[in-house]
């Protein structure tokens, strides 16, 4: 069965309510270090829904459509969760929040770049998947600047086992260090091994329902394995800064349809959140 084919669940929805802001202790972390953990960032209800939903479109095990080495990492499922019950306050919220920790005078404002499920099934299982490997998000995403960050949620307690990620701090500002598909079988330590001396790694995450973890699109990071016997439930949304242009090169992860070369995207699909 593949992931078009399923209906949209109807699921009776929570109301949006308990959308803390972002701390001024949680913003100078995201920028001494690249990254920020975000305790209980979404609240228990909403997530639950999250989670709910996503298991109704995915299969209780995270299964549906997860083809074996397609896509290393996890089996990804798009969103698209604007205007969406939940999903669209969530990405509003999001894009705030992006705004706050970047900083209105470095930004033009947060424009929804993409949504989607991320989730890391058993490594043991034939459609199961290994580690993330270490990898900067910024090259492969065609965007003529940074600035953009993904806001990576548990939608359930997860622990080093179940595959969460690590992120090495301070690595956002020692530039750009290269398209992941260009490692082969290694990673991008393999090209700058000297990277860890001074950016130690976080470790793998511990995360509770509802925590989320930004990174900027210059943070190197990477996720375990999954060993957990059971799915790693994640959603994952990404923002880019508002006046981001297209490099004009071919894109992954999504459709530069009607985009033009150094234009920036277009506001039906990338709407500017904030
Ligand atoms: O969730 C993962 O395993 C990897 C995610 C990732 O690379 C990212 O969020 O940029
Ligand atoms: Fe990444």
């Known amino acids: 069965m593949d992931q078009t084919d399923i209906a949209e669940p109807s699921l009776p929805a929570p109301e949006v309510t308990g959308l803390r802001p972002i701390t001024p202790a949680e913003i100078t972390h995201y920028n001494r270090h690249g990254w920020v953990k975000l305790d209980r960032f979404l609240p228990e209800p909403l997530v639950d829904y999250m989670l709910a939903y996503a298991k109704e479109r995915m299969g209780e095990n ?18 698209l969760g604007l205007g969406k019950p939940v999903f ?30 991320g989730v890391k099934l058993p490594v043991e299982q034939t459609d199961g998947h290994g580690k993330s490997d270490w990898h900067q998000d910024f090259a492969a995403q065609v965007s003529d600047r940074s600035g953009g960050m993904v806001f990576w949620t548990a939608l359930a ?26 490692y082969g079988e290694g990673n991008l330590l393999d090209v700058y091994p000297e990277l ?63 985009l033009t070369h150094l234009g920036e995207l277009d506001d039906a699909r990338f709407p500017r959140l904030a």
């Open 157 to 182: 307690d997860l622990t080093p086992q179940h595959g969460t990620m690590a992120y090495l701090s301070g690595s956002h500002r020692e530039g750009v260090m290269g398209d992941y598909r260009t």
């Open 62 to 79: 995270g299964s549906i459509s997860a083809t074996p080495g397609k896509f290393d990492y996890f089996n990804a499922l798009p969103v």
């Open 196 to 258: 860890i001396e001074t950016c130690p790694s976080s470790g793998l995450q511990t995360l509770a329902a509802g925590d989320v973890v930004i990174h900027s699109d210059l943070t190197v990071h990477m996720a375990g394995p999954n060993t957990s016997g059971e799915a790693r439930w994640t959603y994952l949304a990404i923002m880019n800064p508002a006046d981001a242009r297209w490099t004009g090169g071919p894109a992954i992860s999504f459709d530069t349809a009607g």
């Open 88 to 117: 669209d306050a969530v990405l509003r919220h999001f894009a705030q929040t992006a705004v706050d920790v970047r900083n209105l005078r470095k930004t033009a404002g947060a424009r929804y770049f993409l949504d989607f499920f």
